[in-house]
């Protein structure tokens, strides 16, 4: 079993930036990959960003390409996502996940049932 805690959240004019990080505890070596999700009232949950564990691959949507960028301390156990260029329709409850499951992670990052374990999530809101 992995725990998930998500922080750092909280309201940003847009133009500004936030940064988000997840600390993970527990079965940390199930922690292939490490995942951002997103998700905003009314709306589907969807991939932000991703890094794999080994390697540090990282892939992106391409909404957030450019001003978004994810990281790992794997010594800490935490994956951070720096958020810039922050606008109105980035806000939303984000959420880290990990373990993925199955497939092909290049092709798949962003499919939220291929993870196994989920944080509670944080706010993330954007005024303009």
């Known amino acids: 079993q992995v725990h998930l805690v998500e922080s750092g959240g909280g309201s940003v004019q847009a133009g500004g930036s936030l940064s988000v990080s997840c600390a993970a505890s527990?079965?940390?070596?199930?922690?292939?990959?490490m995942g951002w999700f997103r998700q905003a009232p009314g709306k589907e949950r969807e991939g932000v960003a991703a890094i794999s564990t080994v390697g540090g691959i990282t892939h992106y949507a391409d909404s957030v390409k450019g001003r978004f960028t994810i990281s790992q301390d794997k010594a800490k156990n935490t994956v951070y996502l720096h958020m810039n260029s922050l606008q109105p329709e980035d806000t939303a409850m984000y959420l880290c996940a990990t373990k993925f499951l199955f497939g092909d992670f290049g092709g798949r990052w962003s499919d939220r049932y291929r993870y196994n374990y989920w944080g509670q999530g944080t706010q993330v809101t954007v005024s303009s």
């Open positions: 527990g079965a940390t070596n199930d922690m292939n990959v």
